[in-house]
């Protein structure tokens, strides 16, 4: 079956531009988390959904940072005004359960910012 | 605060060497243990999981062994493949906290040398 997909795969963008990064995961899976990679870094949290609640967003780094699962499945983590700092792949992962513990990652957004 | 931590950063293996890798962690809420294997490009992907309730959980040639009262968990790649070169996170979540997150690991990059 397939898995967790992301798009774009790559970005590219400008200091100051906006730009949407879009996860769809696996059919069903009522958990959706967002992580950032820095590079040769581990993933660190950003927020989790469970549906269409966002219950967690304690990791996004500032309030350029939004993300939405409104319909609770496809989810879109948007950054508004994009800093340098901001570079980084950013990953998807979803889970069948609220609270369940294997995560499926997709293969993440490589952001640079210009 | 780095909550959990990990060793070495790189570790280069001969083929059909054991490769460990080692993590320590603070929080004692952390219940369940990850560990997963990421190639280039790609995501996350899980390779063998463990609960505090066991010391040891073997999978194939990938055994986690799990010391309670140190805080401390490591992965043994027995006969190590030239395939299994890839980077290594370990990661921690337990159902304390929205949807169990996770809190990885700063990786360890494996080299198995033909």
């Known amino acids: 079956g397939a898995g967790v997909s992301q798009s774009p795969r790559y970005k590219v963008a400008k200091r100051g531009q906006d730009v949407a990064l879009r996860c769809d995961p696996i059919s069903g899976h009522v958990s959706l988390f967002w992580y950032q990679q820095a590079l040769g870094q581990g993933p660190e949290f950003l927020t989790y959904f469970q549906n269409e609640a966002q219950l967690d967003k304690s990791g996004l780094p500032s309030d350029r940072f939004f993300a939405e699962r409104p319909e609770g499945s496809v989810s879109t983590l948007k950054i508004q005004r994009t800093q340098q700092e901001d570079s980084a792949v950013y990953l998807c992962?979803?889970?069948?359960?609220?609270?369940?513990?294997?995560?499926?990652f997709g293969p993440g957004t490589r952001l640079l910012v210009l | 605060q780095q909550q959990v931590k990990q060793s070495p950063q790189s570790l280069i293996v001969q083929k059909g060497g054991i490769s460990i890798i080692n993590c320590a962690y603070e929080n004692t809420a952390f219940d369940y243990f990850p560990w997963y294997q990421q190639f280039p490009g790609k995501g996350p992907a899980l390779l063998i999981a463990?609960?505090?309730?066991?010391s040891e959980k073997k999978e194939g040639r990938f055994t986690i062994s799990f010391n309670k009262s140190a805080k401390q968990f490591s992965l043994h790649i027995m006969d190590s493949q030239p395939g299994d070169s890839a980077t290594y996170f370990c990661a921690a979540g337990g159902e304390y906290n929205a949807g169990n997150m996770l809190t990885f690991g700063g990786g360890t990059r494996l080299m198995v040398k033909p």
């Open positions: 463990i609960r505090p309730d066991v």
């Open positions: 992962a979803s889970s069948l359960q609220s609270g369940g513990e294997t995560q499926y």
